[in-house]
């Protein structure tokens, strides 16, 4: 996508910082294949099983990323299937993955999900616990924190993902300076079909994107 080289480009970037997630919910096998071909490198999932059927009919045809709400119970699954889960909120959560990666011989690449208007309907941590959850996860061994990600409130402007975006990025420096191991703090995944250009100004390295590219989910 030319927009993403471009917005990098306005904002002083270099356009191979910032990586496009193709966002696949709900797209079939067919499509998919077709958007590899035409490049995609990452597909972005938001369910497990879902992304299950499809990993297991398409293979390693890129990478694949969790981008949706993981419940504990899945991360068995999860951290099978994926190269990078974007959402873990939570110490039971992150202790799982850790777990069930052991197990594996893998060490999870993670990123913890920030909610940062606070929304009830809205996974993710509050700004305020997002540094102690990172503390408590650089002990763990077969997990491993890349970064933060976060969903702005919906709204139809654009610009008003800003402040949300520009809060994720001085959370991430904050994090950073405590220079935990496992953790570092080199991906913010932030930045939807409405927004992505915004969020690449502000710092995004990871900007998943769907409906811009396969149109509406109907
Ligand atoms: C669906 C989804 C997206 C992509 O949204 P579009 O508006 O279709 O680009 C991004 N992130 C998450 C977490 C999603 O669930």
């Known amino acids: 996508m030319d927009r993403i080289a471009f917005a990098a480009k306005r904002a002083g970037r270099d356009p191979s910082s910032v990586r496009l997630v193709v966002v696949t919910k709900t797209v079939d096998a ?15 999932e938001n369910r ?8 297991e009919a398409l293979g390693k045809i890129a990478g694949w990323h969790l ?23 939570n110490l039971e959560l992150a202790q799982e993955i850790d777990h069930q990666a052991a197990k594996i011989g893998k ?14 309907s809205k996974a993710g941590m509050a700004v305020k616990e997002a540094p ?6 650089a002990r763990l061994k077969n997990i491993s924190i890349r970064g933060l990600m976060t969903m702005p409130p919906y709204s139809e402007n654009p610009e008003e ?10 959370l991430a420096e904050t994090i950073a300076k ?41």
């Open 107 to 120: 060490v999870q690449n993670v990123l913890i999900e920030v909610n940062i208007a606070g929304e009830a």
């Open 30 to 44: 067919a499509r998919i294949r077709e958007a590899v071909a035409a490049g995609a490198a990452i597909l972005g």
């Open 48 to 55: 497990v099983q879902e992304a299950k059927e499809k990993i």
């Open 67 to 89: 981008i949706g709400h993981l419940q504990t119970n899945k991360a068995k699954y999860a951290v099978k299937l994926f190269d990078l889960i974007h959402s873990v909120d």
């Open 161 to 170: 993902s800003r402040p949300y975006f520009s809060v994720l990025r001085e």
């Open 132 to 137: 102690g959850l990172a503390a408590a996860v």
């Open 178 to 218: 405590d220079s935990l191991p496992n953790v570092s703090m080199q991906e913010l995944s932030m930045g939807m079909s409405g927004d992505f250009e915004v969020a690449i100004e502000e710092g995004a390295t990871l900007v998943r994107v769907g409906t811009a590219i396969f149109g509406n989910r109907g």
